[in-house]
Structure formats: C-alpha cells, structure tokens
C-alpha cells in the first residue's frame, strides 16, 4: 500500500468541505474517503508479482498502467521521495498499481526531497485514484473499475485471456451510458408511462448485468456510508448494515439516492409549468443552476437536486409567514444573523440577589484581526453591557465552572447553588447582543427594545424525549436540569422547528406515493436535522473564527451558559437556506455515477443475511468499546427524524427512540452498571459478527482501527482468532490533522490501522519458542521499515500488532514450554517488547541513554524495589547504579528507585544536555523543558546545535519515549515535540540560510 500517499490526501480530507459527505449529515467517527477508497480497491485486487496472480490481470496491469497515457503517469518514482537515501522504486506491475492508487506529484516529490512543504491540493498526483478531484473522473474510474472487474473474473476464469475479459468489459460497461442517455433524454418522463418502465427496467438490467460480474463488497458497521460509498463508486455491488437508524437514513442519502435519482430529466413547457408554477419559472431563469429552456422544453440537469431545493424553498416561506415575524428586521430591513443569549442566576447573598448573566469571558470576536467585547456597566444590582472594540484584559469572567462571582457585590455563589436554581425555577436567560452582516463582516450591537419584546407563543407538541442521562460522560446538562431533547431549544426554536415540520407534512400530503417521494422528502428531513442542529440552545459561538458552532463537537452534549440563537430567515452562515445548500452540494457532487449502495437497518452478525461465501470482500471499521456512544448521542436526530420519517420509513423508526441493547459497544449503563458485563457485551457481539463475516466472505477482510492500547487490540484479534480469521498484512495511514504550526501546545499525530484478514490455515500446535522467533524477525523489518516512512512512537508500535498475530494465528495453539495456552494479551505484550526492543537496537549514544530507554520500556517510571537486579540485567547495558545516582538519571529513596523524569533529571542545571557531547537523554530532556517553558528560542537553538536533521539519533529517542512514557507531562512535550519536528527543523534551516552567521529565530 502506498501509505504515505494515502495518509497525505486522507489528511487533506478532514478539510475538504464542499460537496464533502461530512457535509450532508452529521456523523460520528467518520473516515477519510482516500482511506476507503484505497482499502476497497487493495482489498479487491492481487498482487501482479504474487506467484498466483492470474495472467489476464498482470496482462491487464501492464495494458492500463504501462501503455499510453499510463506509461507516463504511472511510472514509479526515480528516487522515493520521503526516504533519505536515493532510492529507485523498481518498474514493476506491482508498483505501477501503487502508483495508480497514490502518487505524489512532481512538484510535491521535489520539494520533499528539499525539505519543502507542499500545499494540500498539490500534493498527489492528478491521476491518482485516491485523489479528492478525482472521485468523478470517468478516466480514472474506468480503469480502477476495469481492473477490478479483471481481478474478479480472472481469478473465476484462469483460462479467460485479456482479449477476451477486455471485449466483455468494454461491453457491458458501455450498455450503461446507453441505457442512461435513452431514459433520461426522454421528455417528460415523471408521468410514469410504459415507455418511461421499460426504460427504467432497461437501465436498472445493464447496471445489474455489469455489477454481477463485478465483486460484493460489505461493511457490517456502515455508519455514515463512506465505505460502501467508495465501493459502489468502484462499480462494486456495495451492502452497508448499520444497526442505528439515523446512520441508515444517512447512508441512503449519502450512498443510495444522488447514484439512483440524481439525473437529468427534460420537462415540456407545460408540464414545467403545472408542476412547478411560477416560482420554477424564476428558479430555472436563475444561473447557477445550469438549467437550460429551449422555447419548448426544460433541460434540468438534476432532478432530485432541483426537486429538494424547490420544496425546501417553499417548505422555507410557508414557515416564515407563521413565524418569520418573531424575527424582525432591523430599520433599514437588514435581518440578523443571530440573538445571543446568557442564562442568568440569582446571586444567593440576600442582601444583593443580583441576576447575573454567567458569563465566562466577554469576547464576542477575538482574533488578532478584530476584538469586539461585552463591557459590563453595573448600578446597583442591575447589570447592564454596552459593546466595544479591542481589548478587554481587564475583564475576569463571573461563571468558573458553573460556580458564579457577583460582580456586583463580590460573593460567591456555588454551582450547586446555581443547578439548585435551574432546577427549581427553570432557566431564565436574557438576551445580550445581536450579530448581523454589515459591510466589515460579523458586527455586534445591543438588542432593540422591539427585539426584547419578542412575544413567543406557547409551544404545543414540545418533544419530551428523554437523555440518557445515565451516560453522564457524554451527557453533561442532566445536571443542569436539561434531561430531555425539548429542553435543548428556546421557545423560539422549538416553534420555528415544530412549524417546519408542519409544513413539511402538509406538502408531504400533496405528493404521490411514491419511491421517489420517499426520496425526496428523506432529504428535507435532512435538512431540517441541520437546521435542528444549529437551532440548539447549546450551540456556541466561536468567537476566533465568528461562527456558529453545534454541541457534538465532542461527541457528547455539553453544557452551555451562553449561545447564539441563528435566524433561519437571515441568508448568512447557519441560516436555513445555507443549510439548504450543503445538502444541494452533496447530491449534485454524488449523482454522476450510476452505482449505488443497499442498506439494511439492523444489527451485524446475522448468519443468514448473506449466503456462504457469497461476498468477495468485507471492508469495515468497527465501534471500539465505550468510545462513542453512538445509538445515545444519535437521538438527538432520532427525535426529529422520527416526526419528518416515521410514517414514511415505519420499521425504522418504530422504537420510541434509538435501538440500544444490541449496539456493539461497551456502555455501562446499558448492562446493568456493569463495567465487566457491558465489555462482555462487546467482546461477544464482535466476535459474533466476524464470524458470520468469515462464513459469509470468500477472499478478505479488511478492518480499520484505530486505537493504540494493547486492550482494544487484544480485543480486536481475539474476536478475530476465534472468528477464524487470520492477520495477513497491517498498514498504519495517518488520518488525522497534524499540527502545522509551530505552535508549543503541539496535537500529536494520530494514525489508524487497516489489518487483512483471511480465514486462516492453521498448522496445528506449536512452541511459543519458536514463534517467538518468528515474531522477533518480522517485527524487527517491519519497525525498519515503518521507521523509515516516518512512522514513530505508540503508532510505530501497535502497526506491528498486526504482524505478531499473523505468526501466531498459523497455529491451532501456541504452548509455552510448560505446555500452559499463550494468550492474545501475551502475544501481543511479546510484540510489543519485540518493537521496543528493534527501536531500541536502533537507540544511539551512550550506555546511559540506552540504559534509560531499557528500564523504561521494562518497568514503567513507578517505584521499583532496589535489590530487583532482574529489571536492569534485562536491559543489557553495562553501568554503574551509583553512577546513574549521581547522574540523576535514577532517583532513589530508601529501598525504592524510579527513572527521573525530565525536570528530575536537569533540576537546577542549567547546562546539562546542551553539549553535543552531553548524553542524550539529557539533551532530549533539555528540549522538552524548553519546550515546556513555551521557550522556543531555546528549543530551536538545540534542534540546530544538536539535530538538524531528521535522522538525528535524538529524535530517535524521543520517539522511543513518545512510545513508552506513561500519561503525564514528559509524553505532553514529547508528542508536542515530535508533533513539530519537521517544522522546527524547517525553521533552522531557513534561519540558517537566510541569515548566515547571526541567527535570530525572531524573538
Ligand atoms: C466507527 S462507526 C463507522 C463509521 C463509518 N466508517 C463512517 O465513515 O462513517 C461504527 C458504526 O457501527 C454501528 N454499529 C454499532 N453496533 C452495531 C451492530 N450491532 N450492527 C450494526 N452496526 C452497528 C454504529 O451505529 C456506528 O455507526
Ligand atoms: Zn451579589
């Protein structure tokens, strides 16, 4: 797997919005589509050097990858540009499949070689498959479908030649197009004539006369659908399971509908006109829609599209007119943007019992481009804001923690004290300001008296849908009084919510029944859940970027004492037509191909879904133990949902709120408290699904992960053992934004890892001895090799779990020389030890370095007892204990020793480890204390006197300690450290050159 190239564009992803997945629909835990799409297509393919690989697909490797155009863009790298030695890739089939996954650009491999970065966009290649522009370029997609479909059917026909397999493809592949141009070029064909079935009967038999030659492809745990979007995308026959409701609607919408009814369609004047009267008219003349009327007839270029926004539009007016008036405009007519509000508490001194807005902090825009803050005016008891421009250092906020300081009086009255009140009285709120659009962006005023005096009436139907308020680590406002999903919203939200899903209905009640009516209002439903979603009472406002900000960017429902209220009327950010058209951009972007996904909304593991062995892959990223609680959090649209959908999707909505008990997690408070039962949970349903998977798949599994902890692993492969499933291959892909700046509070990065699985050929018993040595050796390439693609601390670790597994799972049982059973735990502590011990090998300098990285890795940085030769013998490195007391690299008290960390070590010492012929350990340590102090002057100086660069021996040692430390201050600035590596070398060197002799790093 080209993993470098996919972890690039996979990090490029995370910001990539328009037309994005991400943007039709909230979801949890999403992956990147470069990841998908890759794994789909390595799952589907084989390896043209392999010696089973079929001809006809090498055949096909070297007509599509090595002739014409290909020969060019395909060929692989002259020089390998992130390693540091000269490194030709070989002109092979094998690296010419690599390449047509993900290749760097030419630009991007010449400015890593010279330590330059390249702009996101630029980084890979335009014809690699994996590329974001890419996922509609007919180009690329015939030859990723066309090699797919050659793996396939190779591999059933070894006899079938090149010729033969290419005529077949080229076949049915271009009955598709034919049959799509008869359908949609044909006039009015919403009125459902014969003509209009048979035509659609036509094109759904090439769709399906080509996918049946082509590979099934399944995810057991679809979630927001962008695997099975990635494999339908590649022709495949794409299944997606997704045991939770609102995910299913989300996978239909993202993954079936824009792929089946996003298309063009042709209306005559007459019908245009009858359907869409004369607000159509106004919408057709408008340009961007591409839209085309040639005197007689309405060219729309899509369907579903136009459909959605011009009932959404009408939904929208319908609305205003019952409560548009609840948001007036100002004098000039202008409508904010948004109402911010703070709830207030009663100060509990009975003497003052001010009513104190709970203020954290005062700024209402805070960048270094524009300050505009809350200043308080206080009379007596009665506070009052005006809003200024600049700086408000003077301000300290009057909420700590829910606990409030008058600032009228200067007491204290405690959070438990304030939730006292909320719970009694409910929670009044006061608004404070008003954001509006002018012409220098965001502006803030004082509400007017007619904004005050808002009246809004009574809400009927309020949804008192409960919290689980029992999940108190994702549900933060039970105990604030918030336990229920009406009580997220105002008053004014809920009736402006409530009113569009009235009219939602009473337009519902105008269309035919049909499936595409389905369609269609699936769709408003979405995009009420996005209005639903920034109309919360718990929503915020980020004050750095001025925008809205929704609850769950935590995965969780935290508390809130101040928030902006967004005015769906208004047409800026947050409003309803903006909404409108995130959802618009995802079906125009996602209805060009002509494969869509099935969904079914239920549990995994069903032994009879599928027949035996009748899927060719299974690509999935599961649920990891109690990290989200998907089915609670997801209620939240469950609610909603369940009044746009249920009478149109019943089975799906026909529990009162999301299905709990079957969900492959390990939540607590859904078993009885029990934090052994609900991991039994868990352990038991995942196995369980791998094991229908096992029966159900012929070629391989591939499966995402991505947690570090030997638990989540020794889970993970045991529910894979004893599926009888084996580990054939791991790839670490980093997914996740790193931290570009240079910034010392460095985020540090985070990878995931894919395993293959296939069921697995044991060989009967053997001697954990012997497998030892198996894994010691495959450990050991695989840490050279992953260290060398810049793979480094826990991430380095875990990508070799996947390695020791593979050994061990050849084997029926694996026995120690006492004959007792190794466990997966065992193993994978063995495999652990193994890495360490090859990074370790790696590990330069002096004994004491080596000597301080060995007893890290062996015991920890706890207390170990003194006379416990055992620890240090093991660490094989030969030095004097009362040498390493006196160096202060073990602090020893009474009987009992630990490692010194980092402040330990240096204490008062202010030069120890700024020498190149210092030790190591105490140079590294050096650069995390400077590190710690915010000291960049400092750190900087020591990357340059010390480790310029990348493959300095100290970053090696500071990624053995990123991969050992324990939790705590020392990891924080190793991972910081690490996490700004390539800047801080970037910075020396472009110091270095542009002001040769005096470095100044710009204090
Ligand atoms: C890590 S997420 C998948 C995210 C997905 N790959 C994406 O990119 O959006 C795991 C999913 O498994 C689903 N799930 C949990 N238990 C399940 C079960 N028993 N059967 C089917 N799906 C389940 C959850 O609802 C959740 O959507
Ligand atoms: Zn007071």
């Not at 328009?18 to 629909?25: D, E, V």
């Not at 002018?438 to 007017?448: A, E, N, Q, V």
């Not at 992960?705 to 993970?716: D, E, G, N």
Request: proline share 5%; charged share 25%.
């Amino acid at each position: 797997m080209p993993i470098k190239e996919i972890s690039a564009e996979s990090v490029r992803d995370k910001s990539i919005r328009h037309g994005h997945i991400s943007t039709l629909h909230l979801w949890w835990a999403r992956r990147p589509l470069p990841v998908c799409r890759a794994i789909v297509f390595a799952s589907l393919v084989p390896d043209p050097l392999d010696e089973n690989c079929p001809e006809a697909f090498k055949y096909a490797v070297e007509m599509l990858l090595n002739t014409e155009l290909g020969k060019l863009h395909y060929k692989p790298y002259k020089d390998i540009p992130y390693t540091s030695i000269v490194d030709e890739m070989e002109d092979n089939h094998r690296n010419r499949l690599m390449m047509f996954i993900g290749k760097f650009s030419e630009k991007c491999q010449d400015n890593m070689k010279a330590g330059k970065s390249t702009p996101p966009k630029e980084q890979l290649d335009d014809w690699s498959l994996i590329k974001w522009e890419n996922k509609n370029n007919p180009k690329i997609l015939r030859i990723a479908r066309e090699l797919i479909f050659m793996a396939y059917q190779s591999d059933k026909r070894p006899d079938a030649t090149w010729e033969e397999l290419h005529a077949e493809f080229d076949k049915l592949y271009a009955a598709i197009p034919k049959a799509e141009n008869a359908l949609y070029e044909l006039k009015d064909r919403h009125i459902e004539t014969d003509k209009v079935k048979q035509l659609e009967t036509d094109l759904q038999a090439a769709i399906d006369a080509f996918q049946k030659e082509m590979p099934s492809v399944f995810d057991p745990f679809a979630g927001g659908g962008a695997i099975p979007l990635e494999a339908a995308r590649l022709g495949c026959r794409s299944y997606g399971n997704d045991i939770n409701p609102v995910a299913h609607i989300i996978e239909r919408g993202s993954a079936e509908f824009p792929q089946k009814y996003g298309k063009p369609i042709v209306y005559s004047k007459e019908e245009f006109e009858k359907l869409y009267c004369e607000e159509g008219i106004k919408m057709a003349q408008e340009d961007e829609r591409g839209i085309t009327f040639d005197g007689k007839y309405y060219h729309i270029p899509n369907r579903l599209a136009f459909d959605v926004e011009f009932y959404a539009k009408k939904i929208l007016a319908e609305t205003e007119k019952e409560v548009g008036y609840l948001y007036p405009a100002d004098e000039k007519g202008n409508k904010p943007i948004a109402y911010y509000w703070a709830r207030t508490a009663k100060c509990s001194n009975p003497a003052c019992g001010a009513e104190v807005p709970l203020l954290k902090q005062f700024y209402l825009a805070n960048s270094s481009k524009k300050r505009v803050y809350f200043n308080p005016i206080i009379k007596g008891t009665t506070i009052f804001f005006e809003i200024r421009d600049g700086k408000c250092d003077h301000l300290q906020g009057w909420n700590n923690r829910g606990n409030l300081f008058c600032p009228c009086c200067g007491s204290l009255t405690s959070v438990n004290e304030v939730k006292r009140q909320f719970k009694k009285t409910g929670i009044p709120q006061r608004m404070i300001a008003v954001i509006y659009e002018s012409k220098d962006g965001k502006s803030y005023r004082i509400p007017t008296q007619q904004e005050l005096d808002v009246k809004v009436p009574n809400v009927e139907n309020k949804p008192s849908d409960r919290m689980a308020v029992e999940n108190n680590r994702n549900f933060n406002t039970p105990g604030w009084g918030i336990d229920n999903y009406g009580d997220m919203f105002s008053n004014r939200q809920l009736l402006l919510l409530i009113t569009l899903i009235k009219q939602f209905h009473s337009l519902r009640g105008t269309f035919e029944e049909n499936e595409y009516a389905k369609v269609l209002v699936t769709y408003l439903a979405i995009w009420i859940d996005r209005i639903a979603l920034t109309n919360t009472s718990l929503g915020r406002w980020d004050n750095t970027c001025q925008k809205y900000q929704h609850p769950f960017n935590r995965q969780a429902i935290p508390m809130t004492f101040d928030y902006p209220e967004i005015n769906p009327f208004s047409s800026s950010t947050g409003s309803a037509n903006n909404m409108l058209e995130w959802v618009l951009r995802y079906i125009e972007d996602e209805s060009v191909t002509p494969f869509s996904s099935s969904f079914a909304n239920a549990s995994s593991g069903e032994r009879g879904q599928f027949d035996i062995k009748s899927l060719t892959a299974v690509v999935t990223d599961p649920p990891y133990y109690d990290a989200i609680a998907y089915a609670d959090i997801s209620d939240f649209f469950y609610v909603w949902l369940k009044r746009t959908l249920g009478e149109v999707f019943p089975l799906n909505f026909s529990t009162p709120q999301t299905p709990k008990a079957e969900e492959c997690t390990a939540l607590k408070h859904h078993h009885h408290d029990s934090e052994n039962e609900a991991n039994a949970h868990f352990e038991n349903k995942l196995t369980q699904i791998f094991d229908a998977i096992e029966r159900q798949t012929s070629d391989m599994v591939s499966i995402m992960f991505a947690h570090q902890s030997t638990k989540a692993w020794t889970t993970l492969c045991n529910s894979i053992l004893d599926a009888r499933m084996n580990i054939t291959g791991s790839w670490p892909m980093d997914t996740e934004l790193t931290n570009r700046s240079i910034s010392l509070s460095g985020a540090a990065l985070e990878s995931s890892v894919t395993v293959a699985c296939r069921p697995s050929e044991r060989k009967g018993y053997a001697d954990f001895d012997e497998v030892k040595h198996d894994i010691r050796q495959l450990v050991k390439s695989e840490v050279e090799k992953l260290y060398g693609l810049g793979f480094r601390g826990a991430d380095l670790l875990t990508a070799c779990f996947g390695q020791a597994v593979s050994v061990f799972g050849h084997y029926k049982l694996v026995e120690t020389a006492e004959g007792d059973p190794v466990s997966v735990g065992q193993l994978l502590e063995f495999a652990r030890e193994s890495a360490a011990q090859a990074l370790l090998e790696g590990v330069p300098g002096e004994p004491q370095t080596k000597f301080y990285c060995g007893w890290l890795q062996m015991n920890g940085m706890g207390e170990c007892a003194f006379d416990d030769v055992n620890k240090y013998t093991r660490v094989g490195v030969n030095v004097e204990i009362r040498q390493l007391q006196s160096d202060r690299l073990l602090i020893t008290e009474g009987s009992q020793q630990h490692l010194a960390t980092a402040e330990e070590h240096l204490g008062s010492n202010e030069t120890w480890g700024t020498q190149a012929t210092d030790y190591m350990i105490s140079q590294v340590h050096r650069m995390m204390m400077a590190y710690r102090m915010g000291n960049q002057v400092q750190l900087l100086k020591l990357v340059r006197d010390l480790c310029p660069q990348s493959d300095a021996p100290q970053w090696r040692v500071l990624d053995f300690l990123g991969g050992h430390l324990p939790e705590g201050k020392d990891l924080n600035d190793v991972k910081g450290i690490l996490a700004s590596a390539e800047m801080l070398r970037q910075k020396c060197k472009d110091a270095i050159q542009h002001q040769e002799g005096s470095l100044d790093f710009g204090e």
